[in-house]
């Protein structure tokens, strides 16, 4: 054995890491509910990576941080959703007991 080999094998990438980016991706750019499932798969990939099935990987781990960034707005716009209906009935209420 020379120098330049080593004496551990190099660990494969998660094998969804592709998948866990192109969710986060799409969870900021067209579909914010997608990134709570690039969260969840890219946690699990990364309990596998911390246990040493796999090396640590750039796309999972951004995929990941856009799956949390998506979801983090789907909550933010589900809330303002909400906060705007309470909105329209408490006006709506109010005029229809304004008006008799």
Do not use: K
Not at 4 to 20: D, G, K, Y
């Amino acid at each position: 054995m020379n120098g330049s080999q080593s004496h551990f094998q190099q660990l494969p990438e998660p094998p969804n890491a592709t998948a866990v980016f192109v969710l986060g991706l799409l969870s900021l750019i067209m579909c914010a509910p997608l990134g709570i499932f690039a969260w969840v798969m890219g946690s699990s990939a990364q309990s596998a990576v911390r246990a040493g099935l796999y090396r640590n990987s750039d796309l999972l781990n951004a995929g990941r941080i856009m799956g949390i960034i998506g979801t983090v707005l789907f909550i933010i716009s589900m809330l303002g959703v909400v906060l705007w209906l309470v909105v329209v009935i408490l006006f709506v209420g109010f005029g229809a007991v304004a008006a008799a």
